[in-house]
């Protein structure tokens, strides 16, 4: 179960919390923990996005870029996702980009010493509750290339259903894919949600 650390406001989502980690607002002083998964090969070519390679990178990536999207898409800033009793960042997960008044993509990224612990799923499902419930969102999207097995078996854990498959392009670690997209509508969630 999720339960809310703050208050919503229009920029920022509320900090989370399960028995495990929480999900909370990044701070400067998180960017050496995020350089040190965002730089690996194994995470950032998955995730279709260049490694990260220093902590200046990251900062004017944070400072920078990310709230010019946020405000550009108008969408919240997302979250760290720090273990319960340590302040270790450990990956993050945000809505990166706005498909509709109501329809948000979410993305999320892991360091890989915590794969297969369940805290990606974990974490997605707090995204879900407060993109639909919070947000009042009808649909939430993830896009995730056709290699990564790990997110795909995620979305289908978390009952998204699959809605597109793209024509086949070139990624940036010059393999070649295709995008797929999966939805969870509000209704969908309603009924999942219930099954728990």
């Known amino acids: 179960m999720v339960k809310s ?30 350089v040190a998964y965002a730089s690996l090969p194994e995470e950032s070519i ?34 760290g996702i720090t273990l319960e009793g340590t302040n270790k960042d450990i990956g993050s997960i945000d809505f990166p980009h706005r498909h509709g008044d109501r329809v948000l993509e979410m993305g999320y990224r892991l360091h890989p010493d915590y794969w297969g612990q369940d805290i990606g799923p974990q974490a ?20 995730c290339h ?21 024509e086949e392009i070139q990624v940036p670690a010059g393999r070649v894919c295709r995008d797929e997209t999966w939805g969870n509508r509000r209704e969908e969630w309603e009924r999942y949600s219930c099954s728990l």
């Open 5 to 34: 650390r703050g208050q919503m406001s229009t920029n920022h989502l509320p900090d989370d919390e399960t028995a495990r980690f929480y999900l909370r607002q990044r701070t400067r002083a998180e960017a050496v923990d995020i």
């Open 46 to 79: 998955p995730a279709g996005y260049p490694a990260v390679e220093t902590v200046a990178e990251e900062l004017y990536y944070k400072e920078q870029i990310d709230p010019c999207n946020w405000a550009k898409e108008n969408i919240p800033s997302g979250y």
């Open 124 to 143: 997605e499902r707090a995204m879900l509750k407060d993109g639909l419930q919070l947000l009042a969102l009808g649909k939430i999207i993830l896009s």
């Open 146 to 166: 056709d290699y990564n097995k790990q997110s795909l078996a995620v979305a289908r854990k978390l009952g998204f259903t699959l809605e597109r498959v793209s």
